[in-house]
């Protein structure tokens, strides 16, 4: 099984090892960009901790290496994934409560202090032609927006009255649609950070269908530097 | 217009190493931060500080040292020699 030492985006001195899984998602930039945030805007240890949308356990594990909390939860819809969390917090001395979930389904009475989702989705015909879900199934609909905006909606029933949801948003999904839903169930949402990057070059040769996409509002990027950039950045909504 | 010194400093902003790394500091302590997204961090605040005349230059996107990119500046007129 692959192993990767992973290094804290916030502090080079983190750094642990993960073990993978080809079933799983391997973490990812998006996973990078919120441990960041998370990390950059909470000041104190809380209690809960729910990483949602878990994979093979990184979010979890690196913020509790930072001690943002001093439990961890975690979930994904993926049972493999719940098994390499499990396994990876074993490997790394971190007690967590880590089950099989969609969404929140699984945790009815638990309120917490964090959530960090790292669920998020893109356009659906643009995750058709990208190597991104390979072996993984991406259901977050025509406009990418399906399951981050049930996490959104879904969430406030989740957090302590002083909790706070960390959420991304992916500019190749409609990231009007998950902001305007955002404001709509939180009193305070702030972004923390945007965070560009290059799209890979294999993914180049479907500029038409990018900018047929764009044209729908479905996603956004930029043009620059002879490249296409998007962005993925990273939001905290609350209700004090 | 930027000259030699702006663009290191530019180049430690973006990677988010300490002042003065670079230009007197051991390359290990800042290279591993150049990949993709250093990479972009440097060209954004480049533009960002050229008011948006880089953003046009494709040659940017494939220079991965500062002597790179500060010859490509110097022939746009967008540095001092």
């Known amino acids: ?240 | 217009m930027i000259n030699y010194d702006n663009l290191v400093e530019i180049v430690e902003e973006a990677l988010e190493v300490k002042p003065g790394v670079i230009s007197k500091g051991k390359k290990s302590d800042w290279v591993e931060k150049w990949d993709s997204l250093g990479h972009l961090a440097i060209l954004t605040k480049l533009d960002l500080q050229l008011d948006g005349q880089c953003a046009e230059i494709t040659e940017l996107s494939e220079a991965y040292s500062i002597d790179q990119i500060a010859k490509i500046l110097r022939q746009k007129k967008l540095m001092i020699e």
């Not at chain 1, 959530?115 to 879900?133: M, P, R, T, Y």
């Open chain 1, 1 to 240: 099984m692959e192993k990767i030492n992973f290094i804290s985006p916030s502090d080079q001195s983190i750094n642990f090892d993960l073990k993978l899984s080809p079933l799983t998602f391997k973490p990812t930039a998006t996973s990078s960009f919120l441990i960041k945030g998370i990390c950059s805007s909470t000041k104190k240890t809380v209690e809960n901790l729910l990483d949602l949308g878990c994979g093979i356990g990184v979010v979890g594990i690196c913020l509790m290496k930072h001690k943002i909390a001093k439990n961890l939860y975690a979930s994904d819809l993926s049972s493999e994934a719940v098994k390499m969390t499990k396994h990876n917090c074993l490997n790394n001395n971190i007690h967590v409560d880590c089950k099989i979930s969609d969404i929140f389904n699984n945790w009815n009475d638990y309120k917490f202090d964090i959530i960090a989702n790292d669920i998020s989705g893109v356009a659906q015909e643009i995750a058709s032609v990208s190597d991104w879900f390979k072996n993984i199934p991406s259901n977050s609909g025509p406009d990418g927006t399906r399951n981050i905006i049930s996490v959104i909606k879904k969430s406030k029933n989740f957090l302590k009255s002083k909790g706070v949801l960390y959420f991304p948003i992916i500019s190749l999904s409609n990231s009007d649609k998950i902001l305007d839903t955002a404001k709509k169930e939180f009193k305070i949402v702030n972004k923390i950070s945007s965070n560009p990057w290059f799209l890979p070059e294999e993914m180049m040769k479907y500029i038409d269908l990018l900018q047929s996409q764009a044209y729908k509002g479905n996603i956004f990027f930029e043009q620059k530097f002879g490249k296409i950039i998007c962005y993925t950045d990273i939001y905290e909504a609350k209700n004090f």
